[in-house]
């Protein structure tokens, strides 16, 4: 995605003692938001994709802060949301917080520039375990050493386990991010499937839903819901409507509003980085 920049005539840069900055990192994509909380409203929205559909290098995140006015004022809270696919669920009474270094080589290959993080989510009760690079992650503590730093799924399950409530039955939700797509399936307001897969082309994606769709004995009749880089009419949304009759975009909610200057973009798109402020 290319420069993205909305903002509302309110913001003020002086003011940035009343604002919630959250802000989305990986080698993927840059992006951050601004709440001003003393009307719960988002004000402003930045983007900034890879050049030549590249990634962006530690030192290209480091320039981007930098030379940002926003990024670099005093926050009243401050965010990172770091996307991975690299991270393993496990439930509260089995997590052990002396090995998570252990839990997290149970399914992934730990390399060299790893950094391991933890996150905790309430429903269900679970630790995110999970690989920062360490680029990242001495960026983040760099610039703002008081961050809360996030999973991208820890932001998601906050938001799916709302919307799954209203859904009397399966709730079925797909994430997508550059390289990797996430799915989980909700029943009945309880998480029953929880998977992450690389994928190359949107054929990978559809065949391993598809797939799961056969082994957990849904129907095609179940609506799937969207997240992350997808959109209406793209190729995505097109290759799903020839086997799901039913196919939804989820943006972010919750007790904020967005300023009218965000009416004419997909809020699905920026779902991690919208609900970053209210995790806890």
Request: charged fraction near 20%; proline fraction near 4%; glycine fraction near 4%.
């Amino acid at each position: 995605m290319p420069f993205l920049e909305l903002f509302d005539e309110t913001l003020d840069i002086n003011s940035t003692e009343n604002y919630e900055l959250s802000v989305q990192m990986s080698r993927d994509g840059f992006a951050f938001t601004i709440l001003d909380t003393l009307r719960n409203k988002y004000v402003l929205l930045r983007s900034h994709g890879p050049d030549d559909n590249k990634y962006l290098s530690p030192d290209r995140i480091n320039e981007i802060i930098s030379k940002d006015d926003f990024l670099t004022k005093r926050y009243k809270k401050v965010n990172i949301v770091l996307p991975s696919p690299r991270f393993t669920l496990i439930p509260a009474p089995l997590y052990d917080p002396g090995k998570k270094e252990e839990c997290f080589i149970l399914n992934h290959i730990r390399e060299e520039s790893d950094v391991i993080l933890v996150n905790r989510i309430a429903d269900p009760d679970a630790f995110i375990v999970f690989s920062v690079s360490k680029p990242v992650a001495d960026i983040s503590s760099g610039f703002y050493p008081a961050a809360h730093l996030l999973h991208h799924t820890k932001t998601l399950m906050n938001q799916l386990t709302y919307n799954s409530r209203s859904i009397d039955g399966f709730y079925v939700h797909v994430h997508v991010e550059r390289e990797f797509f996430n799915l989980f399936i909700f029943n009945h307001n309880s998480l029953k499937f929880s998977n992450t897969f690389n994928y190359r082309n949107i054929t990978d994606i559809l065949y391993y839903v598809l797939n799961v769709f056969k082994n957990m004995g849904l129907s095609h009749d179940e609506t799937v819901h969207f997240s992350g880089l997808t959109e209406k009419f793209d190729d995505l949304y097109s290759n799903f409507t020839l086997y799901i009759r039913n196919l939804k975009f989820i943006g972010p909610s919750g007790s904020f509003t967005f300023s009218y200057v965000f009416n004419d973009i997909e809020l699905h798109r920026f779902i991690n980085l919208f609900t970053a402020a209210s995790c806890e």
